[in-house]
């Protein structure tokens, strides 16, 4: 269980970003944090996968405190991070990628089985490069296999539905379905998208850097889209959750 007490975090120019977070992350559950931009939701996100390092306050992993522990150090206790927006990496293939990610060989069966949980076809992606030729959706799906190849306790996913069409927005949505359902590690997700919300087992609403509310996603869903005017949108992706007024 990962347990954040009185996380505060303020910019180099003094912005205070976060003012006493206090959240439980449960073992084998998919968290969704949401709420208004620049409240403080992927600050919370790459606090817990250690890119930041708060100013006050203590990170817990199963009561072990790991708040001065760097992304590396935290990697090896089982959290990964995965980015809004991915590394692209020329002559790195996927077959590659997914074996570096890996904490011990991979048979080629293996990686395939990877790619398919994600909804790709092994054999034509193992030996793709990661680089500009791979779609936005094709490689967040990518890096959710190396993700899963690392078998981690803990995955941090910062908005994966950004820059993706709708077909992969579709795909995205089918594999963290999957995933919750597996119940292989709990999986801690930033968006503001209604689909993403709904698949949810807890939702958090962080805003003007505080927890506004928190828990099951049956109770608090309701609320949150009671609380959303349909809005006309150019996005593919569906209703997203509008947080003004």
């Known amino acids: 269980m990962l347990r954040l007490e009185n996380i505060e975090w303020t910019t180099p120019t003094g912005e205070k970003i976060l003012q006493g977070i206090d959240l439980t992350f449960p073992d084998n559950k998919l968290v969704v944090i949401t709420g208004p931009n620049g409240g403080g939701k992927t600050t919370t996100a790459k606090i817990i996968a250690g890119l930041e390092k708060p100013q006050s306050g203590k990170i817990f992993l199963d009561d072990e405190d790991i708040t001065n522990l760097d992304i590396t150090e935290r990697a090896k206790k089982g959290i990964s991070f995965a980015f809004q927006q991915p590394v692209r990496f020329k002559g790195i293939t996927v077959r590659d ?15 395939s089985a990877l790619l398919h949980k994600v909804g790709l076809c092994a054999k034509d992606y193992l030996d793709r490069e990661i680089n500009a030729a791979l779609s936005g959706g094709e490689i967040k799906r990518i890096e959710i296999a190396t993700v899963l190849a690392r078998k981690t306790r803990i995955s941090v996913f910062d908005e994966p539905e950004a820059g993706i069409d709708l077909w992969s927005f579709n795909n995205l949505i089918d594999v963290f379905g999957k995933l919750r359902n597996e119940k292989n590690g709990s999986l801690i997700v930033i968006s503001h998208q209604e689909r993403i919300l709904s698949i949810a087992d807890i939702i958090v609403v962080i805003g003007d850097g505080k927890v506004k509310k928190s828990g099951p996603a049956v109770m608090l869903l309701p609320e949150i889209m009671a609380k959303t005017p349909e809005t006309k949108t150019d996005c593919p992706k569906g209703r997203e959750v509008n947080y003004n007024g």
């Open 97 to 111: 990628i997914i074996s570096m990610a890996s904490p011990e060989p991979l048979s080629e069966t293996e990686i």
